[in-house]
């Protein structure tokens, strides 16, 4: 979460959706920046409007504006799995390593301990109503469109670095599965396909 009061910024950060490499570039230019831990750097829209937002309000701050990224949910899943099978946890109950796409899929969908932690795009940006409450939404695949409106908003052009990248894996998933997770993922598919 990296927040910009002068600019009436906020960015949160979800997960598997360039997080890392926004905040190298953004961070010097943010008066609040947390990305060490990854329950704050990653804290949530209704975190952030239940803790955050009411205390910048108290020090008279009530006019930020929030954005972050959302991936392709499917892709946003596969990057979970990709990222769960890196060589640090090998042998963890949460690696990937051995399993198929199909396999960890599977897992997450029902709600297995060993998928605990991945959470959902949907409810990363909804309010406590459940609804998609984030005011400015950009598709991970269009982050050109995400960095010329923070450029603006921060008035200086930014690089964003490719930081934080999961091992590389083949991208395989069967009809069946896609078909599982298309149907879960609809309220992810809503939000992301009305994104910038």
């Known amino acids: 979460m990296l927040i910009s009061i002068e600019k009436k910024i906020a960015f949160l950060a979800m997960t598997k959706a360039a997080s890392t490499s926004i905040e190298m570039a953004l961070a010097p230019h943010c008066d609040i920046a947390y990305y060490g831990n990854s329950r704050v750097k990653h804290i ?27 991936r392709e949910p499917v892709d946003w899943l596969f990057s979970w799995y990709r990222y769960r099978s890196r ?78 990248e999961s091992p590389t894996r083949d991208f395989a998933v069967s009809p069946e599965t896609r078909s599982r997770l298309t149907d879960f993922f609809a309220p992810e598919y809503e939000i992301y396909e009305s994104a910038r």
């Open 44 to 70: 949530s829209y209704r975190r952030y409007s239940r803790f955050v937002a009411p205390y910048l309000a108290s020090l008279g701050y009530k006019d930020i504006e929030t954005t972050c990224l959302i």
């Open 87 to 164: 060589p640090e946890i090998a042998g963890k109950p949460q690696c990937t390593e051995g399993l198929s796409f199909d396999e960890f899929a599977s897992l997450y969908l029902s709600g297995s301990p060993m998928t605990k932690g991945v959470g959902r795009p949907s409810k990363f940006v909804a309010d406590k109503d459940g609804t998609p409450s984030i005011t400015h939404i950009f598709k991970y695949e269009n982050i050109p469109a995400f960095q010329k409106f923070i450029e603006g908003r921060i008035g200086e052009a930014l690089h964003f670095d490719r930081l934080n």
